[in-house]
């Protein structure tokens, strides 16, 4: 069974930070990049950032400098280091292969940026 499963989110001050979490299923982890994508309501979901299995990454204009993305192969786990919150990063976020796959979308996690 292909799972991903996003934690972490929560509300945060702007200028502060969280770091989000993506446990996946083996089967994708081990031989895809992996992205971090969030959505807010009214808008399309996203890419915010990438990683290939090789550890090289891109950001979108919009997170760059603030955001860091993180994998370890070994838990087959994916991680989103965000600092320098931004209310307009206010947004569910998800997990899934880059390009992504339809099927594998998840519940996502809240990030809320607010005073």
């Known amino acids: 069974q292909v799972q991903l499963v996003e934690s972490g989110g929560g509300l945060v001050q702007p200028g502060g930070s969280l770091r989000l979490s993506c446990a996946a299923s083996r089967s994708i982890f081990s031989i895809n990049t992996m992205g971090w994508y969030r959505q807010t309501p009214g808008k399309q979901r996203e890419l915010v950032t990438f990683i290939t299995t090789g550890g090289n990454t891109f950001n979108a204009d919009s997170v760059k400098g603030r955001f860091t993305i993180s994998r370890d192969n070994a838990k087959n786990m994916l991680y989103l280091q965000m600092n320098s919150l931004k209310p307009e990063d206010t947004a569910v976020y998800y997990c899934?292969?880059?390009?992504?796959?339809?099927?594998?979308w998840g519940q996502g996690t809240q990030v809320t940026v607010s005073s």
């Open positions: 899934n292969s880059y390009p992504p796959v339809a099927r594998y």
